[in-house]
């Protein structure tokens, strides 16, 4: 096994003080402490692992700080679009508001102009149908619900421009219920782990629903999707740099192709 040194290789991952998979003779580590295969006996320690490494500076489009109605507009603009956009677009929007009351500041959004909506959240993906579901949205939040964010999966479901995804987000990041928030990362990464089997992303949470302990439905949104961005990016995931490739059946089937 192994010395835990930083590597100075070209791997991107490794300048950011992550572990780069390398020891100091350029042997891949298979990391240590967990054993072949993801299952429900070692998915809590290969997600604290996976958390432990994550570098510090990941922008996120919303996070557990921000208000509900805030996490609500923020994971409705961040479908299809880069999380680091999607930040400064509400920055940008909520800037406008000049007041931080989330009751109020439904009532503005919904009184705003469309056009100054689209100018303020462009380059977000398909701005100009955002721009629309979110002024209809502020304007339900703000009439039906007297500016509170509903809390339920089937009240959020029935908002403009809310699938599940969205609504499961909010339901966890703003209201700490247990909830999955299946996006594309979830989807892949517990599949490349074969801790799930399925083909669609509602199907992935459906099995998640099933198998997943629930203590780990809040959290597991968060780290995967940060890792999936860092490590176990869609394309040419970084195996090597991975604290849990000595038990990812990808990572160790693509195992001979590992270089940086
Ligand atoms: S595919 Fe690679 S990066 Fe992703 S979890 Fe498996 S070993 Fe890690």
Redesign the pocket.
């Known amino acids: 096994m192994m010395g835990k040194e930083f590597c100075r290789c070209s791997n991107p991952f490794s300048r950011n003080d992550i572990f780069c998979g390398k020891d100091a003779g350029g042997q891949i580590s298979m990391g240590a402490g967990i054993k072949m295969g993801?299952t429900n006996e070692n998915i809590g320690k290969a997600l604290r692992k996976?958390e432990r490494r994550l570098p510090k500076n990941i922008v996120m489009a919303s996070s557990k700080a921000d208000s509900p109605f805030r996490i609500l507009v923020a994971t409705v603009l961040s479908a299809r679009t880069k999380d680091e956009t999607t930040h400064a677009a509400v920055n940008r929007l909520f800037s406008k508001m000049k007041t931080k009351t989330p009751g109020i500041q439904a009532r503005v959004l919904a009184r705003m102009d469309e056009k100054a909506i689209r100018k303020l959240i462009y380059p977000v993906g398909f701005y100009k149908t955002k721009a629309r579901h979110i002024k209809r949205l502020a304007g339900i939040v703000a009439e039906e619900y007297n500016g509170k964010i509903p809390d339920t999966l089937e009240q959020l479901t029935k908002l403009p421009g809310v699938g599940r995804k969205t609504a499961n987000l909010v339901l966890s990041q703003a209201f700490g219920k247990d909830a999955i928030c299946v996006d594309t990362h979830v989807h892949r990464?517990t599949n490349?782990?074969g801790y799930v089997k399925t083909k669609t992303p509602e199907e992935t949470e459906m099995a998640l629903r099933k198998k997943l302990p629930r203590r780990y439905w809040q959290a597991i949104n968060g780290i995967l999707v940060k890792?999936?961005r860092a490590?176990?990016?869609p394309a040419r995931?970084?195996?090597p740099?991975?604290?849990?490739?000595n038990?990812?059946?990808?990572?160790?089937n693509?195992r001979k192709h590992f270089k940086h």
């Not at 740099?241 to 490739?245: E, K, R, T, V």
């Not at 038990?247 to 160790?252: F, L, V």
């Open positions: 993801i996976i990464i490349r782990w890792f999936g490590v176990c990016r995931p970084l195996c740099a991975c604290p849990i490739n038990a990812c059946p990808y990572g160790i693509n």
